[in-house]
C-alpha cells in the first residue's frame, strides 16, 4: 500500500468526510474517493460505514487504521535516521498528558533533559486521561502520562504505578498533622473538589457511595491549581495525586495527608506509547528519563 494512500484514509477517518478530508488535504474529493475505492478493493471488504451524519469505520477499517498509523510513523521516523535528524538534540517530542503530571512534573523534566540536549523541542497538550490516551493511539502524540482507573486498548503500557489520592491541606489545617486520615475524617471541613470527568472525582465519588458519605463540595473546578490554591485559606481540604504537588508542598506551606480508604489508592500512573511502534531514539532517551523521574522524585532536585 501506497503511504499517500494511508494518509488519505486516515484523514477520511478522522474528519469522517470526504469533503473535509478534501478541505485540510487540499486533495479533490474524486481522488480520495478513488484511494478509498482501491484500498477496499486491494483488501476486499469495506473499510468505511457510509451513515447520514458521515463515514464511520468499519471493523476492517479499524484494523488498516492501527496498521496504518503504525506504518507512517515507522516511515517517519526512518526517513529522519536517513536524513541525521534522530539525533536527539534536534528532536521534537510530542508528549499528551492529564493535568496533574503538567503543571509542574512534566515541565521539570523536560528541563532536565535539556540540560543534556538544549536543541531538544516538546509540544505537550493537556487534556483528559481519555483524550491523552487517543492522541497517542492515533500517533498524534510519542508519549501520554496520565492517570487511569482501567486499561486502555490499543496503547502499550511502559511504566505503570499506584497514585493514591492524598487529602491537600494548609500546614496549619487541623489535620496536617495527621499522619493519615479516613474520608470521613474530612467531612467537618470545606472541601473544594475537581469535576466529574477527573479520575480523583470519581475514585472520591465511588467511596462514598461505598461508605454512605455525603460531602457538599464549597467549590468545584476542572482546574487543579485553583483547588490547590484554594486551601492555602487554613481550612478547606482537597484532594489530590502526590505526583501532581510534591515540588510544591513546602515553598507553599501546604500538606499532603494518606487517606486509608482503600477505595481511593486504585488509580494508576501510566506510561503510555502506541502499541507496536518503533519509538524514534530522542523518544526512548526522553522516556527513560521520564520513568526514572517517577520512580526517584531526588532525580529532579537540584
Do not use: W
Amino acid at each position: 500500500m501506497q503511504t499517500h494512500a494511508l494518509r488519505y484514509f486516515l484523514e477520511v477517518a478522522r474528519t469522517g468526510s470526504l469533503s473535509r478530508a478534501s478541505e485540510r488535504l487540499h486533495v479533490a474529493v474524486s481522488a480520495l474517493s478513488r484511494q478509498i475505492a482501491k484500498l477496499e478493493e486491494d483488501i476486499g471488504a469495506p473499510l468505511f460505514e457510509r451513515r447520514p451524519r458521515g463515514m464511520v469505520l468499519s471493523e476492517a477499517g479499524a484494523l488498516l487504521a492501527e496498521h496504518a498509523r503504525r506504518v507512517l510513523l515507522d516511515a517517519e521516523r526512518v526517513t529522519s535516521e536517513i536524513r541525521g535528524l534522530s539525533a536527539v538534540g534536534r528532536a521534537t517530542i510530542r508528549i499528551a498528558s492529564s493535568e496533574g503530571g503538567a503543571r509542574d512534573f512534566l515541565p521539570q523534566v523536560i528541563t532536565r533533559f535539556r540540560e543534556a540536549y538544549p536543541g531538544a523541542h516538546f509540544h505537550l497538550d493537556v487534556l483528559s486521561p481519555l483524550e491523552a490516551t487517543q492522541r497517542v493511539r492515533d500517533g498524534e502524540a510519542d508519549i501520554a502520562v496520565c492517570f487511569n482507573i482501567a486499561p486502555e486498548k490499543g496503547v502499550r503500557v511502559v511504566h505503570a504505578e499506584r497514585a493514591p489520592i492524598f487529602a491537600l491541606v494548609a500546614q496549619r489545617h487541623p489535620l496536617a498533622q495527621h499522619s493519615e486520615v479516613a474520608l470521613a475524617d474530612l467531612l467537618p471541613y470545606p472541601i473544594a473538589l475537581a469535576n466529574t470527568g477527573a479520575t480523583i472525582r470519581q475514585m472520591f465519588d465511588l467511596c462514598c457511595s461505598l461508605e454512605g458519605l455525603l460531602f457538599e463540595p464549597v467549590f468545584v473546578s476542572n482546574y487543579h491549581a485553583a483547588l490547590h490554591s484554594l486551601v492555602r485559606d487554613g481550612k478547606t481540604v482537597t484532594l489530590t495525586g502526590l505526583l501532581t504537588v510534591r515540588s510544591r508542598l513546602a515553598p507553599e506551606g501546604l500538606a499532603a495527608i494518606p487517606i486509608r480508604n482503600p477505595e481511593l489508592h486504585q488509580r494508576t500512573l501510566q506510561v503510555q506509547t502506541m502499541a507496536g511502534r518503533t519509538l524514534p531514539a530522542p523518544v526512548e532517551a526522553f522516556l527513560g528519563l521520564l520513568i526514572d523521574a517517577i520512580r526517584d522524585p531526588d532525580l529532579l532536585q537540584g
